[in-house]
């Protein structure tokens, strides 16, 4: 009972941490070709994101990055590999380094996926869906418990992308919605993943907004993907399309969004492409703060 | 099926087999996920071998995915390993240039040196990557700890 007690009292923390998480505004994610572009404008940039698994293992040059980063930006970081919807638990020399990487910046939160990445020791090197049932619901929340044992900085949990599901008991909005509320985690809502799974998967994605927990929303990440052999692909390779703005700017009207990061991987472009995308993010976002 | 099996299954269908074959079943997306996979790693290794990669041309394209059904990464550096191993077979192959097996390398070496903790890397070239108005050359990497900065030094002699 005393056990029940101080996990429900671990819970209401968390989401009272959520509610009074900084409102930091439209940034990027940090690319290391974009480096010199980025801290010429640095003053229009806020906020950066890093790949978390990047600097896991870091050499004194890296560790230097960070830290010029850090000295500039409010850097958050975004793990791809700790797999927390993996069934057979997590690795925790990676979960001891990533709470050394968080350790070391201190940022206001750090972020994660729904989805797994390893299983029968296969590291599959890419975000994978989960299935939308139950039994996945209760891994991610056993795997988000045992993350908080070793990292007190809030973690919020991203909806990811897929060209194809597994079969399950509920729809996404629902699974979605049953994650935020088991794991009591913040919502990191890819406005792009809402968007290519909608076109995938044959529904309305504007539709699934009034069923999304978008009260949770802590951060946004946005960006654009090609389309091959009829399915959208989350590439990270294009301008961010427009049912992707629209979708946004319908976000931000309904709740106050705290941080929105383009997600930039393939084919960059020149860093003023880029930043005209962060600055309409930012327009949109000034709509949403309280 | 439990969770857990599922999830073998399915790491097993995207990264294939032991005998180094997909498999995917019939579902498109499935396989249309194998692929992204692929790509992603073809990606994440020309930016670690971008020289390589750009002078191989389309022909990158199709050695990077012999290699992905071969080779399958583990561990959070899998894109440094992937690229690591993939300029090796490069280095290998003789039906390719020795201009483009310098190439590969060089970058083969510049790539584990990326990596932290001790290590000394010398390579000698004819005709050096890195400077191409120089002839024979050797290139040093060494950081003698995991603490240590990484130190190079390129010879204009071999």
């Known amino acids: 009972m005393i056990a029940v007690a101080v996990i429900a009292v671990a819970a209401a923390d968390v989401v009272a941490a959520v509610t009074e998480l900084p409102f930091l505004g439209a940034g990027l994610g940090y690319r290391a070709p974009l480096r010199g572009g980025i801290f010429q404008h640095r003053h229009e940039l806020p906020v950066l994101e890093i790949i978390a698994d990047d600097y896991l293992d870091p050499t004194p040059e890296q560790l230097d990055e960070l830290t010029l980063l850090a000295e500039h930006f409010i850097v958050l970081p975004h793990a791809i590999g700790l797999s927390l919807g993996s069934a057979e638990g997590l690795d925790h020399v990676y979960l001891e380094r990533l709470a050394n990487l968080i350790a070391h910046l201190k940022p206001p939160w750090w972020s994660e996926h729904i989805s797994f990445t390893r299983a029968g020791g296969i590291d599959i090197g890419h975000l994978t869906p989960l299935p939308f049932t139950q039994e996945a619901v209760d891994t991610l929340a056993h795997n988000v418990a045992t993350v908080r044992r070793v990292i007190r900085t809030p973690l919020i949990l991203e909806n990811s992308a897929a060209t194809f599901t597994l079969p399950g008991e509920m729809d996404e909005a629902a699974f979605i919605t049953a994650v935020v509320s088991s794991t009591q985690c913040g919502l990191l809502f890819d406005i792009t993943n809402l968007h290519v799974n909608a076109c995938n998967q044959g529904y309305d994605a504007r539709a699934a907004l009034d069923r999304l927990p978008l009260e949770h929303v802590v951060q946004l990440h946005f960006t654009g993907g090609h389309r091959r052999i009829d399915l959208e692909i989350d590439s990270h390779s294009h301008p961010t399309p427009e049912p992707v703005w629209t979708l946004l700017a319908e976000v931000c009207r309904r709740t106050p969004v705290r941080a929105a990061i383009l997600e930039r991987d393939q084919r960059l472009p020149p860093i003023g492409e880029l930043l005209n995308e962060v600055r309409r993010a930012q327009q949109l976002m000034t709509m949403s703060t309280p | ?158």
């Open chain 2, 1 to 158: 099926m439990s969770l857990h099996a599922l999830q073998q299954q399915v790491a097993r269908a995207l990264t294939g087999q032991a005998d180094g074959q997909a498999d995917s079943g019939n579902d498109p997306g499935l396989i249309l996920a194998s692929e992204v996979l692929v790509a992603k790693r073809r990606v994440e290794a020309a930016s670690w071998l971008p020289r390589t990669s750009r002078t191989l041309g389309t022909d990158f394209t199709r050695r990077f995915a012999e290699h992905a059904r071969s080779y399958r990464p583990r561990g959070w550096n899998h894109p440094r390993d992937d690229a690591i191993a993939f300029a090796s077979l490069v280095v290998a192959d003789r039906s390719l240039t020795q201009m483009i097996r310098n190439l590969a390398a060089y970058e083969h070496a510049q790539t584990r040196a990326a990596a932290p903790g001790p290590l000394f890397i010398a390579h000698h070239w004819q005709h050096d990557p890195a400077r191409t108005d120089a002839g024979p050359g050797t290139h040093l990497w060494w950081r003698w700890g995991r603490r240590a900065r990484l130190c190079h030094l390129q010879l204009p002699w071999g």
